[in-house]
């Protein structure tokens, strides 16, 4: 695959328009059909915003290949991991989201930012 190809599956699967994907990014339609046919790549900044709008990690547009098993729904994932979480120990869950989440980064100040808590207690 290529970052076309990923950019190109996730906008359907989410049921857009180009035009919608062009005119959120602030590019024309033009310029993000030659992202989506491979003739040129967006800059850094606008996979930032691909990567906002499409729900989909930095990491993953770059690598050019698409998840198999990504939920296009969150309430879906949401359920069945309301399922599970219960049965699983916090060591076993942490570890477990370490493997799997592409950006951790990311993830970590999404946390902080819903904990509400001063981000320099948390610095070190």
């Given at each position: 695959?290529?970052?076309g190809?990923?950019?190109?599956?996730?906008r359907?699967?989410?049921?857009m328009?180009q035009?919608d994907v062009?005119?959120t990014?602030?590019?024309?339609?033009?310029?993000?059909?030659?992202?989506?046919?491979?003739?040129?790549?967006p800059k850094a900044?606008?996979i930032?915003?691909?990567s906002s709008?499409?729900?989909?990690p930095?990491?993953?547009?770059?690598?050019g290949?698409?998840?198999e098993?990504?939920?296009?729904?969150?309430?879906?994932f949401?359920?069945k991991?309301g399922?599970?979480?219960h049965?699983v120990d916090?060591f076993?869950l942490?570890?477990?989201m370490?493997?799997?989440i592409?950006d951790?980064?990311?993830?970590?100040k999404?946390?902080?930012k819903?904990?509400?808590?001063?981000?320099?207690?948390?610095?070190?």
């Amino acid at each position: 695959m290529s970052v076309g190809s990923v950019i190109k599956q996730r906008r359907i699967a989410l049921n857009m328009k180009q035009e919608d994907v062009a005119e959120t990014i602030g590019v024309t339609v033009q310029t993000y059909g030659k992202w989506e046919n491979d003739k040129t790549e967006p800059k850094a900044s606008q996979i930032a915003a691909l990567s906002s709008l499409l729900n989909l990690p930095e990491k993953v547009i770059c690598s050019g290949k698409y998840p198999e098993n990504i939920s296009d729904n969150p309430m879906q994932f949401m359920n069945k991991f309301g399922k599970l979480v219960h049965h699983v120990d916090d060591f076993s869950l942490v570890l477990t989201m370490y493997d799997f989440i592409e950006d951790e980064e990311g993830f970590y100040k999404a946390l902080l930012k819903e904990s509400e808590l001063p981000k320099e207690h948390f610095e070190g």
